[in-house]
């Protein structure tokens, strides 16, 4: 049963690119949840997929958008990219059905690098 | 909103040791839940352990257990017997503001744990 995958697993961009990342939830999930996670910092939540429709959102500007598709796989677009927007980026899987509990599954992480 | 507080930045524990990570969020919410994450210097998160709020018992994982008082908003993780594959980075994390079906997690700043032979 496979897991979680994403790719690229490294990216090299200058400023002012545009990036996609890709991923592939883990087999029976239906909800993709993308994260950003800084050097030395825990995972930032940038947006949830759920039935191909963005369902939540964290505190991300519009740079940042997202696509699910009918297979349940996502992407991550990044436009006009900073430095700053180097980080580890995370996606998870799950299958939400009811609130407290969402044991999501990580895939291994795109390292995005920004010069 | 929900947040998550962990006050230890490193910790250093001698093998076969048990070990205490600490935790404590906040939330309004009456139903949420808690996590443990172990992330090797590869990257990957690996979940360890999950507790609800309205667990009456406190949750176990083979060596891993979570030491749940609600009272105190503490989420502790314990690693009894510590080995040298426990080193790496542990984020505690919380279910956060059921929107539209969609629930994210909150995550804490981590703590580094490494053990030493």
């Known amino acids: 049963d496979a897991g979680v995958t994403q790719s690229p697993t490294h990216l090299i961009k200058t400023r002012g690119q545009q990036v996609t990342l890709r991923c592939s939830p883990k087999?029976?999930?239906?909800?993709v949840s993308w994260y950003q996670q800084a050097l030395g910092q825990g995972p930032q939540f940038i947006f949830q997929y759920y039935e191909e429709e963005e369902r939540q959102r964290g505190n991300f500007p519009d740079r940042f958008s997202g696509h699910q598709f009918p297979n349940y796989s996502s992407e991550l677009n990044v436009n006009a990219l900073l430095l700053g927007d180097s980080a580890l980026y995370l996606c998870?899987?799950?299958?939400?059905?009811?609130?407290?509990?969402?044991?999501?599954?990580f895939g291994p992480g795109t390292r995005l690098t920004v010069l | 909103a929900q947040k998550i507080t962990q006050t230890q930045p490193g910790m250093f524990v001698q093998e076969k040791e048990a070990v205490t990570l600490d935790c404590t969020y906040d939330t309004s919410d009456p139903s949420y839940g808690l996590f443990w994450y172990k992330q090797p210097s590869s990257g990957e998160m690996i979940f360890l352990i999950y507790?609800?709020?309205?667990?009456?018992q406190n949750a176990t994982e083979g060596r891993y257990s979570l030491n749940f008082q609600k009272a105190r908003k503490s989420a502790n993780l314990v690693i009894s017997a510590s080995q040298l594959g426990d080193s790496a980075m542990y984020f505690c994390a919380m279910t956060g503001g059921w929107v539209q079906g969609a629930q994210k997690l909150v995550f804490g700043q981590g703590t580094r744990l490494t053990i030493n032979p």
């Open positions: 087999s029976g999930h239906d909800t």
């Open positions: 507790q609800g709020s309205y667990d009456q």
């Open positions: 998870a899987s799950s299958f939400i059905r009811g609130e407290g509990y969402n044991e999501q599954f």
